[in-house]
Each structure stands twice: as C-alpha cells, then as structure tokens.
C-alpha cells in the first residue's frame, strides 16, 4: 500500500507535495551550481562568471544549464559577487561557500523524508494512468461497437419477429429441458420404489415358498392320516358286514324259533277246540 502525505483535514495535500517536488529540485540545483563553484575554486580560481560555473554544472553532470538561470541561483544563494569592466563576476570563498553546501545539505536533509513519502505515495500513477487509458480505450471500442449493432438491429429489423419466434421457441426448449428434468427425477424414484418392491416380492416369495413346502408337508401328512382312515373304515365296514350276517341270522334264528312257538300255540288251539266239540 502507498504511504500518502496528509493535511490537517486528512486528504492528500497535492499542492504541498508539488511544491516539494519543486523545491527538492531547486534545492538539487543550487547543489550543483554550488559543488560546480567549489571545483573551480580548488582549481585555483578566485573568480568566475555564471556561464563558466553554468558549464562545469553540465560537464559534470550531463544538464543543459543555462548562464541566466545559474546566474538566478547564485543570486539566490547570496553568493558575492562583482562587477569589472561591465562584466559580472562570482567571488568564490571557501568559507562562503563550505556554508551554502552545508545550508543546502541541511535543508535537503528536511526535504529529504517529505519527497520521499510524496515519490512512494505517487508510484504507480504511471500505471494507473496506463490502465485509465486502456479502460478509455476499450470504452471507446465498446461504443463504436455499440453504434454498429445499433446500425446493423437497424438495417435487419425485419428479423425482429423472427427473433421472437426464435426466443419462444428456446423458452418451449427449455420447458420441455425442464421437463425432461422432471421425468427423470420421478423415474429415479420410481427406480428406487421399484427396487425396494422388488425386495418385499422376493422377501413375499420366499414366504410362499417356505408355506407351499409346509403345506405340502401337512398334505403328505394328511394323505397318509386319510389312507389310514381308509384302512380302518375298510375294517369297520368289513366288521359290520360281518355283523349283519350274524344280524340276518339271528333274524332268521329269531322267525324260525317265532313260527315253532306259533305252531305249538296252534297246535294247543286246536287240542283245546277238539276238546271243545267233544
């Protein structure tokens, strides 16, 4: 995150922060004009013209200052200076000069932190600028293809109701997707209940088969319970056979023995008439 130089209200002071800017770089200026004077004054001159001083500014440090504005910085700077035969020139003193380079090294050393935090709090506005621009430009590329579509839905009106059709057609489409959707989820139940019926048929299944193999055991039971039943009706009917033979018998025991008591009582019957008519 950039740092940003803040005033009393708290916003960015931009003013303040070009003024600094403006001020390191004066500051940086008068620093060369001074350091320019000095190697001069070690070479052995005692006095120089502005143009002179201008010029070692620029071989030293590859500017382009001019005499005018060196003549301004040394004016500035309060450097001594006279004039001989109409021709204005600097008096270079060590001691005069050792004070200008430790007053501007002093006041740069104060500067120093505020350009700082105003060059961290402006890095990047290259970028952004950069990235502003792209933005204007895709913008302008949006609205001129804004403006041909524009054209074109203008020229191919006659498809408006074609696109309607088209747009019902795709929310039909997507009706019938949704449709689509439905019946599946239900077959995906039905899937599911059909899988679980299929367990309770095989499960109800079993249950049969487990009732038929017991009934079956019950009808093998009871078919072997009703041929003994046969066997003893047989013998019950064989029984009583014999016992009406043995009934008819005595039936017949019974007439024979009812016909001799009747022959005798006829037979007294008769005695008795025969007694009558004598």
Known sequence: MRPTIHTQGGGL??????????????????????????????????????????????????????????????????????TSSGIKRIVLEQAQLSDVQAALRRKLDELEPRCRQTLEAYDGLVSDIAGLEAKIRRCDELDDRRIKLEKYAEDHSHLTFAVGRLEQQHSWLNGQVARRDELKAENERLQVRLGQEDGDLERSIAALSEEKEKRSRLSTRANHDLEVEKRLMATVERRAAGSRAQLKKAEKMAEAMSLLEMRGELNELKEQMKALRK
């Open 13 to 82: 002071d931009r003013d303040r922060a070009v003024q600094a800017l403006m001020k390191l770089g004066h500051l940086k200026d008068a620093a060369l004009v001074a350091e320019a004077a000095m190697m001069l004054l070690d070479e052995g001159a005692a006095r120089a013209k502005a143009g002179e001083i201008a010029d070692r500014v620029n071989l030293e440090n590859g500017t382009d200052m001019s005499p005018p504005v060196a003549g301004k910085i040394l004016s500035a700077l309060n450097i001594r200076s006279v």
